[in-house]
């Protein structure tokens, strides 16, 4: 197999991680001959795999490169990011902290009679996935007294059932 040749062309963006020496760059490489984009590659101080010996050895030519500080993700970005979760996961995840289906088709219950209603029985009983975003989740979650934290902390382990 043929070794590749990778050559950094341009570098658009440096920002630091939560993580000394670690940094995800937005960069432009050709590799053996191929120019193409990464919008996201994390380089680590002792990878000698692939690019990063080339990106390392930029760094080192370019110090006074601007490297952007790190700047956590929101709580919203955090959420936005958590996995799908099955109807198997969120359903057992929900027994798994105590609470019942019927508890969550009272919630649905308790709404007031319209078209969020409806939708909220339709996506309650046949969605295949849920997603930690859609409104539906926090509406249930609030019925239940479950606070945002919680929530998230009950999809976390969920997404591992």
Do not use: C
């Not at 929101?74 to 019942?100: D, M, Y």
């Not at 919630?107 to 539906?136: C, D, S």
């Amino acid at each position: 197999m043929e070794k590749s040749i990778f050559e950094v062309v341009t570098v658009h963006k440096v920002a630091d991680t939560p993580t000394p020496g670690v940094y995800d760059l937005d960069l432009t490489l050709k590799i053996n001959g191929v120019e193409e984009r990464f919008e996201h590659y994390v380089s680590t101080p002792d990878d000698s795999i692939g690019a990063n010996p080339a990106i390392r050895t930029w760094m080192k030519q370019h110090p006074d490169f601007p490297v952007q500080s790190y700047v956590p993700p929101t709580t919203e970005q955090v959420r936005a990011s958590l996995p799908l979760l099955t109807t198997r996961q969120f359903r057992l995840g929900l027994v798994n902290n105590g609470f019942t289906s019927a508890q969550v088709a009272a919630a649905i219950e308790t709404m007031q009679e319209g078209p969020e209603k409806e939708v909220a029985k339709i996506e309650w009983e046949y969605a295949t996935t849920f997603n930690r975003a859609h409104p539906l989740i926090a509406l249930i979650g609030a019925a239940l007294g479950l606070s945002d934290e919680q929530i998230d902390a009950m999809w976390s382990t969920s997404a591992d059932l």
